[in-house]
Structures are given as structure tokens and as C-alpha cells.
């Protein structure tokens, strides 16, 4: 197996060496560029951390299967984290990201180096492990333990079935929260970003709405990263690039998986557009159905999705029938009177404008 090598600095030395059986150090990521963040490794998941970079080229060979690994066990508590290093220009892993599109669909964090040095990640993690080349991934189980450092080609799924099956160690009681969580709304700067993004995709700017909302993610705290990740969404929607749309949502999906409206705004997102193809539809049903059947706030906006995905698909009783009860579920709350107008308009044979259907968070 071919090995790129790499240059590490004098810390190499003056680091003790990690090994199978260490606690995971910290991770110091510089930014993230796709997925959820990460800050702690918590004691229900089992976490890939690979170690990869734009120019290497075993690592691009390794990304696919590191993918399918993403994909197989994501439901089951598997993290994977890309972990961008070594990097000349780290404006370079963005692009390159968003070029891979749905065939590196897992998390990708650029290196911290605000202290100067070759990257925080690098030094703590590689150098310490005296790992000389990269791609190199680390496993870390769920008491938060190394159990394997060496090429993400050899790790096997019987392997990671074994650690997914291991025991929670994650505390009973709620963690505190983080600062910056508590915040209500997006920044004013995230809010204006958000704004030009979305004006950028209505234009079809394509390069304007991927820089805007690539600057966008940069500005918001961990609470609303839901915000870019649907507006990335819906360019890949406007692109057409229906393939790339599937793979973001189900992303999404994992990312958000305990929060039933980014959920609902996934799936009224894939919706949207009258001439929506099939796959995008039965993605839509498959995330808007279960919210539709439980108690909760969020409950009207899916049953107008399913609503929606009915009328699209030629169904005007079906979607009738899923927004009469949208309303009955709204009676009383701020979006009332916009979901009698969505009844109204199917009982009339028209399809409302997507922004109906979008409510802002």
C-alpha cells in the first residue's frame, strides 16, 4: 500500500509517543467544512478520526471506503471525522469537498494552526503517534480509548461491530450546556450571509451561493450549523444535482437526528420544487412520515410535506387529506393561518410556492 510521506516538525521529538490503549487527545480543529462539529468524544459512539490532505493521492484512493464505513455504521453510532492536514493552502479542502460532493459524505475538519505550527492536529495526534504519512486513521472506542492507528484501508467491519457493540459509557444526566448554546438567533453577520446565500440561489450565482454559504458556516455557532447545511441543500437542489441532494440530506439526517424540525425542514427542502424527481419525493416521505405520526410542534410542517409529495405526484385527495390535519395540529399556533392557506390551495387544484411550506426556524 502506497504511503505519502510527510514533513513533521521538531515536536516530534518532544511529544510522548501515543499508542493503541491511550486516552484520545483533544480534538484542535481549525474549521469544519462538512457534518456537525465534533468537541468531545462521547461515550455512546465509536469514532474514526483520518488523517488525509488535498494533494495526497493514496488518500483520495482510501475516501470511498472510508465513505461506505460512514454509511454502514453512522446509525449505529459511528462518527468519522476527515481530518484535513499538511495542507500548503487550507482554502484548498473546501473546494475539493464540496467537489466530492456524495462520495465523502462523513465529517471534514481543516487543521488548527493558529498557534503557528504545522497544526494542532498533526502535532498532537501524528507526530505523537511517531506516524510518518498519511492516510492514517485512528479509532477511538466508547470509553473514549485509541484501539487502532494505521491505514483507513485495513479497518474492517467486523472490527467496528465488535466496538459498536460494546456498552455505553456516556453519563447518565444531561451534559452542561456549551457556551454560545443558549443563543436564540443567528448572529447579525450569520443572518446577512444567510440572506445574500439564499438571493445567490434564486439568481442561480452558483460560485456566489458556494462561497456565501461556505463563509456562512464559518459564522455560525454549533446551535444553528443546521442553517448552512439546508442551504447548501437547496443549491445542490437547484443545480439539479439530485444525487449529491440525496447524500447531503441523509448527512443532515445523521447529524440531526435527535432534532425533529431540522428533520422537517430536511425533508420539506427535498420537496420544494414542482418537478422534484421520484427519489427526492420517497426521501422526503421516508423523514416527514414518522414526524407526522408523533406529538409535537413540528408535527404540522411534516404532514404538509407529506401533503405536498402527494399533490406533486398526482394525489389532490391524499393531499388534502394529510393538510386537513396539518391544520387540526396548528389550531392555535403561529403558522395556523399559512397552513389553512395550503389547504385552501389544494382543495383549488393549485400547488402552492415552496416558501409556504419552508418555515424559518
Same mark, same amino acid.
Given at each position: ?10 515536536? #516530534? ?56 464505513? #460512514? ?278 387544484? #393549485? ?11
Amino acid at each position: 500500500m502506497l504511503v505519502a510521506l510527510v514533513a513533521v516538525t521538531a515536536a #516530534h521529538s518532544c511529544l510522548a509517543a501515543l499508542k493503541v490503549g491511550d486516552a484520545a487527545p483533544k480534538l484542535q480543529v481549525g474549521r469544519w467544512l462538512q457534518g456537525e462539529a465534533v468537541t468531545d468524544f462521547e461515550g455512546d459512539k465509536v469514532y474514526i478520526v483520518e488523517f488525509w490532505a488535498t494533494w495526497c493521492g493514496p488518500c483520495k484512493a482510501s475516501i470511498p471506503h472510508v465513505n461506505d464505513l #460512514h454509511e454502514r455504521f453512522a446509525d449505529k453510532g459511528l462518527v468519522v471525522i476527515g481530518q484535513d492536514v499538511f495542507e500548503k493552502d487550507d482554502s484548498l479542502a473546501a473546494p475539493f469537498v464540496q467537489a466530492m460532493a456524495g462520495k465523502m459524505t462523513y465529517r471534514v475538519a481543516t487543521d488548527d494552526k493558529s498557534d503557528g505550527s504545522c497544526g494542532r492536529m498533526a502535532q498532537n495526534w501524528l507526530a505523537a503517534a511517531e506516524q510518518n504519512g498519511i492516510p492514517c486513521a485512528f479509532i477511538i472506542n466508547k470509553k473514549g480509548r485509541i484501539v487502532s492507528i494505521g491505514h483507513p484501508m485495513a479497518i474492517k467491519e467486523a472490527e467496528l461491530e465488535t466496538l459498536l457493540a460494546e456498552p455505553s459509557t456516556a453519563p447518565s444526566t444531561p451534559a452542561p450546556a456549551r457556551p454560545g448554546i443558549t443563543a436564540t438567533a443567528p448572529s447579525p453577520k450569520a443572518q446577512a450571509l444567510a440572506a445574500r446565500a439564499a438571493a445567490e440561489i434564486r439568481a442561480a450565482e452558483w460560485d456566489k451561493a458556494e462561497a456565501s454559504v461556505a463563509e456562512l458556516q464559518d459564522a455560525l455557532t454549533e446551535k444553528f450549523r443546521d442553517i448552512g447545511g439546508l442551504l447548501n441543500l437547496d443549491l445542490l437542489l437547484a443545480r439539479k444535482q439530485s444525487g449529491d441532494a440525496l447524500q447531503l440530506a441523509k448527512l443532515l439526517c445523521e447529524d440531526f437526528k435527535g432534532n425533529p424540525a431540522v428533520l422537517s425542514a430536511v425533508a420539506a427542502h427535498l420537496a420544494q420544487q414542482p418537478g422534484t424527481a421520484a427519489p427526492l419525493l420517497a426521501a422526503a416521505e421516508k423523514i416527514a412520515t414518522p414526524i407526522s405520526a408523533a406529538t409535537g410542534a413540528v408535527q404540522a410542517g411534516a404532514l404538509a410535506t407529506l401533503a405536498r409529495i402527494a399533490f406533486l405526484r398526482g394525489d389532490q385527495p391524499a393531499a388534502v387529506k394529510f393538510q386537513t390535519k396539518a391544520v387540526e395540529c396548528a389550531a392555535g399556533k403561529p403558522d395556523a393561518a399559512c397552513q389553512q392557506e395550503l389547504l385552501e390551495s389544494y382543495q383549488q387544484g #393549485h400547488l402552492p410556492p415552496s416558501e409556504q411550506t419552508d418555515k424559518p426556524r
